[in-house]
């Protein structure tokens, strides 16, 4: 995690996916369980809003921010809807409309990542 400048909460540049230290100082959340959604209820097809007195709302969720970088690297460019938004809500968390291509490549990478801290 670096500090990245003014309200950018992740980046990437050539093979390296920056994460802002304190999400442009909105605070992550960092959810244990990502995949059962259960701090969120359903706003759209794909995206969830913090339920309220959550531990999400009024946070931004790290892990739609990781999957939108991951995205990048994956070729995908911003969409309208779902992880690839180009922007972020606090409270909210978009889910991605990928094929299984996209899930097959990062369950192969899983054992060769190296995590970095700056």
Do not use: C, Q
């Given at each position: 995690?670096?500090?990245l400048?003014?309200?950018?909460?992740?980046?990437?540049?050539?093979?390296?996916?920056?994460?802002?230290?304190?999400?442009?100082?909105?605070?992550?959340?960092?959810?244990?369980?990502?995949?059962?959604?259960?701090?969120?209820?359903?706003?759209?097809?794909?995206?969830?809003?913090?339920?309220?007195?959550?531990e999400?709302?009024?946070?931004?969720?790290?892990?739609?921010?990781?999957r939108?970088?991951?995205?990048?690297?994956?070729?995908?460019?911003?969409?309208?809807?779902?992880?690839?938004?180009?922007?972020?809500?606090?409270?909210?968390?978009?889910?991605?409309?990928?094929?299984?291509?996209?899930?097959?490549?990062?369950?192969?990478?899983?054992?060769?990542?190296?995590?970095?801290?700056?």
């Amino acid at each position: 995690m670096v500090d990245l400048n003014g309200g950018t909460i992740g980046r990437v540049a050539s093979d390296t996916i920056y994460i802002d230290i304190n999400a442009a100082g909105y605070g992550w959340f960092i959810d244990e369980t990502p995949l059962d959604h259960s701090e969120f209820r359903y706003d759209r097809k794909l995206s969830l809003i913090a339920l309220p007195g959550s531990e999400a709302e009024g946070l931004i969720d790290l892990w739609t921010v990781i999957r939108h970088e991951l995205g990048h690297f994956l070729g995908y460019e911003h969409e309208e809807n779902g992880v690839m938004e180009a922007t972020l809500d606090l409270g909210v968390r978009n889910l991605p409309d990928w094929n299984a291509d996209a899930d097959d490549f990062f369950a192969s990478v899983k054992d060769e990542l190296e995590l970095l801290l700056f």
